[in-house]
């Protein structure tokens, strides 16, 4: 299968992309290819809320020439998307937050005047992240809010690894947080052969946003 990694660090080899190797060993290792896109090299503008993307059901649609439209095209080709991204401000970088809200619209064509399909819909969904907090205290409102954003957008949601960084002066990657990537990536492989449900959403659908 085809992963593609959208990775949200500035820090190429930080700690979210230390995170990421065992992810993507294991996942190799089990015969998926996985393609990887720094979203700090691209350019990439946050939505207008034109709603031009909404005018035409069949693609992007999104009147900006920047980077976007290779993201939404290898996003909708992939057959499981993960988001990595180190917690800034309680919830992702910037550069992911504009490919998340283009991508909301852009794939769901929620926003006309009649309600239309979202383009991506069951494509699943893994979110890898580091943070400075104890994950429960740091990553927790990114993963709340990813959720209902998959609700609303009808992806299945996999479930995240979350790291804690302790600091600058400390040496992020042990051998404990290795392994639980690699455990991690190994569910997301049961997840997709079918073997294991994905994780249960308890939010109610937050209807048009
Ligand atoms: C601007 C900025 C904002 C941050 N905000 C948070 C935060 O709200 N919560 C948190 O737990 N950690 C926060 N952190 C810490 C980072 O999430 C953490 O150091 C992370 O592991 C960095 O990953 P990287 O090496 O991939 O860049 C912040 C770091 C920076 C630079």
Known sequence: MDVLILMGSPRQAGNTARSLEPVQEVLRAQGHRCRTVRLY???????????????????????????????????????????????????????????????????????????GPALWAGKPVALVSTCGYRPEKGADLWEEG?????????????????????????????????ERAAHFAAGLCRKLDGGEPAAPSHIPDPGHI
């Not at 990813?146 to 609700?151: A, F, I, S, T, V």
């Not at 299945?156 to 400390?170: F, W």
């Open 41 to 115: 090299e691209k350019e990439l503008r946050g939505c207008t809320a034109c709603r031009t993307c909404q005018k035409d059901w069949s693609v992007f649609g999104c009147p900006q020439h920047d980077d976007m439209q290779e993201i939404f095209d290898l996003v909708l080709s992939c057959d499981l998307l993960i988001l990595a991204t180190p917690i800034y401000s309680w919830y992702c970088t910037p550069p992911m937050k504009a490919v998340l809200d283009r991508l909301v619209y852009g794939m769901n064509k929620y926003y006309g005047g009649e309600k």
């Open 146 to 178: 990813m959720r209902r954003y998959c609700k609303h957008s009808q992806l299945r949601y996999l479930g995240m690894l979350a790291e804690r960084h302790l600091g600058y002066d400390t040496v992020f990657m042990d051998w404990e947080k290795a």
